[in-house]
């Protein structure tokens, strides 16, 4: 049982290097596509997108809720806290260099430092925007359709009961 239990010992002792050099280069490598994703939120201009967030969600609590405008500076205090570009960089980041490789995060960096790249950045708020009010005024016409479907299932699920 002895030589057994030295046998593992052993066999453990030989082994944990190769373990902890592998878990290094990966945490290596993590921290240079971290880095890299840095790099490519700070070419698609992302400091100066959640800025413009925080001024347009400030100004929506504001629309729908005018007394707060004499508050506007503590709300976007807040968003900035909390939904600010340097609350969430680093978050965001790690989320790009989990989902690229290296090699992805250089092609996509490389694209938007092309001048359509550039041009992609500048015009993503606007396309999402129209993307939105598209989906919306398709949704709208069809608004009486979806209202007979949910009224039409909530009644066979009560008489299902």
């Not at 504001?62 to 609350?87: D, E, H």
């Not at 490389?110 to 359509?116: E, G, I």
Request: hydrophobic fraction near 40%.
């Amino acid at each position: 049982m002895l030589k057994l239990t030295l046998k593992l010992l052993l066999i453990t002792l030989l082994t944990l290097p190769l373990f902890s050099k592998e878990h290094t280069e990966t945490t290596a490598s993590s921290i240079k596509r971290v880095a890299i994703a840095l790099e490519l939120l700070e070419t698609m201009h992302m400091k100066h997108n959640y800025e413009g967030m925080i001024k347009r969600v400030t100004q929506m609590q504001i629309q729908q809720n005018p007394q707060l405008i004499i508050i506007r500076p503590t709300i976007s205090s807040f968003f900035t806290k909390y939904m600010g570009w340097n609350a969430l960089k680093n978050d965001i980041a790690k989320t790009y260099a989990s989902n690229y490789t290296t090699k992805e995060l250089e092609e996509i960096k490389a694209f938007y430092l092309t001048k359509v790249g550039q041009k992609s950045i500048h015009l993503m708020p606007q396309l999402a925007s129209q993307g939105a009010k598209i989906g919306q005024q398709k949704l709208m016409l069809h608004m009486s359709e979806l209202q007979t479907m949910i009224e039409k299932a909530l009644k066979e699920h009560h008489t299902s009961k």
